[in-house]
Structures are given as C-alpha cells and as structure tokens.
C-alpha cells in the first residue's frame, strides 16, 4: 500500500484535479484507489457526482470519531475506486480539536483499519498548513506536491519542504516528498518554462517527467463527474494523466 498526500498551501495548483484524475489512471491500471477528501470545500466529492450539501456522514464524523472510517466510504464511477467524502463542516474541526491532546495523530488512527485493502490511498489536502494538513503528513508516507507552473512557485515550496521536515522530525520519521508534479504547463510561454527548470534544479530527480499541460477539457471535467478519462478519453489531459500514473507505477520498482 502506498499513502500519498496531495499537498500545496498554495490554493488553486491542481491538487484536487491531480487526485482525481492520477487516482482514476491508477485504477484503470488495476490498482485498487482509495481517494480521500480533505478540503472543506469538498471539491473532490462534488467532482465525483455528490450532492455536498446533504451528506449524511464525512470526513467530518470520522475526525470526532462518531463514525468508523468505512461506513463513511461512497463507490464512484470507476469501478475500483472508492471515495471518503467531505463538505464545509470539516472547517469546524480544526476549533473544536484545536485543544485536544493527539489531534495531529487521529486521521493516522481512525484510517488504521482499512489501509490494507488498498494500493493506493490519496489524500486531496485543503489549501493551508492547518491541523488537517498536518494529520494527513502525520499519517502518510508519501507527498506529491503539485505546482502550477503559471507562477513562480520556489518561496512556497520551501515552506511547505521545511513544514513537511517539522511533522517528519516530530511525528512521522517515515514521510518523504516522493514526487513533483509540473501541472498546467504551457510550453509556449517562457514562464512555464522557467518554473520547471526553476523546480529541476531545486528538487532534481523528485520532479516527474510526465507534465501536466493546461488543458480546457481538464477545466471543463469537473462538471462532468467524471475522471478525464472518461469525460475526454483522447484530449492531451487525459494523456498526461495516463503517463503520470504510468510513472508514479514505476516508481514501486524503487522503493
Ligand atoms: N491542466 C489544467 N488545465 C486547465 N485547467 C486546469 C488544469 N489543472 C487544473 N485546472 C483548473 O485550475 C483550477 C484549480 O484546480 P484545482 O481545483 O484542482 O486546484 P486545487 O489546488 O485543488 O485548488 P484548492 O487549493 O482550491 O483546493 C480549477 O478550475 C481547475 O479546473
Ligand atoms: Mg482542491
């Protein structure tokens, strides 16, 4: 099993369109997916076809453990791919945990059970370094950090390297930054091109070598409630995101 945090503070960078569209790529590979939502604004559950507003249990009920983890989970439109959703009420977690003793430890707890039945669990993160963020570091193994290579992104990603080096030192030895995503490249603009050789040299071998190109069939999924691989099977999105988990497969052969 592998757990990856999909993490930028950065709002807007393509986390939630990377878990959705790597996590459906993974699947089609046979890969049995877990997707996980973090953010408030429930951007992944309304992407794969919930009605946000009138869930009956969340993510929310499983941070105040009034539920277990497995009786929140929804199917989805592929097959083995399997969503724990979350709306606005998540916001309230992090006032009414702020002064519990463990809160960065309970996302590890509550999702001890079913991590087994997966090969890949990926967690779609709110953009902020608050206490969720921090559960899902303190419970993963892995983050793959998207940047939008439309903006100069280095100063933000040495916060987010130096929190991630704070939640390993303290809480999990085990976390690493496994891979750097380059998404909504443009390659005719000289700035995309810049931040990617900017992120190279910085991050080197951690950066994939699958970029994700802007793309509008990609802006228009969401609406779709569908991956893109379903929703625009031959656009350059769905290729990208093919290639992206082709990639992220290979890299089981090295650790
Ligand atoms: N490759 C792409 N081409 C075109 N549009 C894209 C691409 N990737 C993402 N987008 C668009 O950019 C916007 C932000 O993407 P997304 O919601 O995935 O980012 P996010 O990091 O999850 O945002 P937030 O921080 O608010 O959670 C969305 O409107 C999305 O459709
Ligand atoms: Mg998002």
Redesign the pocket.
């Known amino acids: 099993m592998r757990s990856i945090a999909?993490t930028?503070q950065?709002?807007?960078?393509?986390?939630?369109?990377?878990?959705?569209n790597l996590g459906a790529g993974l699947a089609h590979m046979g890969k049995r997916v877990l997707l996980v939502d973090l953010?408030p604004?429930g951007?992944?559950s309304s992407w794969l076809g919930l009605d946000i507003h009138n869930l009956e249990r969340s993510m929310y009920n499983v941070f105040l453990e009034e539920v277990y983890f497995e009786e929140i989970l929804t199917k989805t439109c592929i097959e083995n791919m399997t969503l724990a959703p979350a709306n606005v009420a998540l916001a309230g977690v992090e006032r009414i945990l702020a002064h519990e003793k463990g809160r960065d430890l309970i996302l590890r707890k509550r999702m001890l059970p079913v991590v087994d039945n997966y090969d890949y669990i990926l967690l779609?993160?709110?953009?902020s370094l608050g206490l969720i963020t921090i559960n899902a570091l303190t419970f993963v193994r892995e983050i793959f950090i998207?940047v939008?290579t439309k903006v100069l992104a280095l100063n933000g990603l040495i916060t987010l390297v130096n929190t991630v080096q704070v939640v390993k030192e303290r809480l999990n030895h085990n976390l690493e930054v496994t891979g750097i995503i380059a998404?909504?490249?443009d390659g005719r603009t000289n700035l995309s091109n810049e931040v990617y050789n900017q992120i190279k040299e910085r991050f080197k071998e951690k950066v994939f070598h699958s970029v994700?190109?802007?793309?509008?069939?990609?802006?228009?999924?969401?609406i779709s409630g569908k991956p893109i691989t379903l929703y625009a099977p031959d656009s350059p999105?769905a290729i990208?995101y093919t290639n992206l988990a082709e990639e992220v497969v290979q890299q089981e052969k090295k650790t």
């Open positions: 999909l930028n950065k709002g807007g960078v393509a986390k939630t369109t990377t878990t959705v953010d604004q951007n992944l779609d993160c709110p953009p998207p939008e998404c909504r490249f994700i190109r802007e793309n509008i069939r990609l802006a228009e999924c969401p999105g990208d």
